[in-house]
C-alpha cells in the first residue's frame, strides 16, 4: 500500500502531466534508456568475459576495468535518469507489472554484485591480475553480472508485454 | 532500370506479405511469448555488438584499453562483434516474419536496412583493414573510422527503435 501511495503521488504531479501530454518524451526518453542498457550491458559483459577468462586475457584486468568502467558508468547514467522518467509518466501502471519489478531487484542484485565484488577480491587485483585464471570469487562474480544484466534486458523487454500495454 | 525498379517494387510487397503468412510469421505473431523472447536476444545481441565495436572505436580514437595496440583489442573481441552480428542476423528476419507487411510499410525499417547494409559493409572493409592493420595504423584517418563506424551503429540502433515508435499512417 506504501509503494502504491507513492506511486499514485508520482502520477498526480505535474512532470506526470507533462511527459504524458508530450507526443514525443516517452518515444525519446525510450531511445535514450535502450541506448544506456545496450551501452551497460555491453561494455559490463567485456568485463564479465575477461574476469572469466574469456576475452582480452592478456590484457590486465585492472586496465579493462580502468578504461571499460567509466563507458559503462556513461551509460548507467543515461540508463538511470531517462528510466526514473519512464516511470515518472506511468508510475501505477509499473506498481502493478511483475516485470518492472524483477527488474528493479535485478538491478539491485547487479549493483550489490558489483559492490562487493570491488570493496572485496578487487581490492586485491594486483596479487591475482597477472594469474592465468582470476580466482573464483573472481569468476563467480562475473558470472553473476553477466546473468543479471541479461535479466534486466529481458525484465525491461518484458515490461511492455504486461499489464496495460496494447500490443496492436 | 526504370523497369527494373519496378518490377523490384511489385515483387517485394507480395514476398513481404507471403513472408507474414507463412507458418513461420504466423507461429511467432500469435505468441507474444515468442516475440518478447526474440526481442530479448536481438537487444542481447546488439549489446555484444555495440560493446564490443566501440571498445575497439575507442582505441582507434586514442581511449583504448591501455597502451593495448588497437589490433590486438579488435582480434580479441571480434568474436564477440560476430557473436552479437550473427544472434541478430538470426533473431532480426524472425521478428521481422512477425510483422513484415508493418515493417514494409515503415519508413525507419527501410532507413535500418539503408544504414546496416552501409555498415556491414563498411565494417567488413574500411574499418577492418584500418583496426587489422599490421603495424597498428596510427594513420590521421583513423580517427575518422572510428566515428564513422560508431555513427553508423548508432544509427542502425536508432533506426531499430524508430520502427517500434513510428506507426505507419
Known sequence: MFLLSICQWVDSTRLNAVLRQSNWAFPALDVIHTLGIVLVAGTIMLVDFRLLGLALRNVPIKQIVGRIVPATLWGFGLMLVSGGLLFASEAVKMYYSPAFRIKVIM????GLNALIFHRTIYRDVANWDPASVAPSRARLAGMLSLIFWIAIIAAGRAIAYGPGYDLG | MMFAAFLWAAALFPAFKWLQH??????????????ATLEIVHLIGLALLIGSILMVDLSLLGLGIGGQPVGRVARELNRFTMTGLAIMLVSGPLI??????????????????????????????????VTLAEPPAARPDSRLVAGVSLALWLGVALAGKGIAIFQPA
Do not use: N, Q
Open chain 2, 22 to 35: 507463412s507458418f513461420l510469421g504466423e507461429t511467432i505473431r500469435h505468441s507474444a511469448t515468442l516475440i
Open chain 2, 96 to 129: 521481422l516474419t512477425s510483422e513484415a507487411e508493418r515493417c514494409y510499410k515503415t519508413p525507419a525499417f527501410w532507413v535500418k536496412m539503408a544504414l546496416l547494409s552501409i555498415a556491414l559493409v563498411f565494417h567488413f572493409t574500411v574499418h577492418r583493414r
Open chain 1, 107 to 110: 538491478l539491485a542484485l547487479a
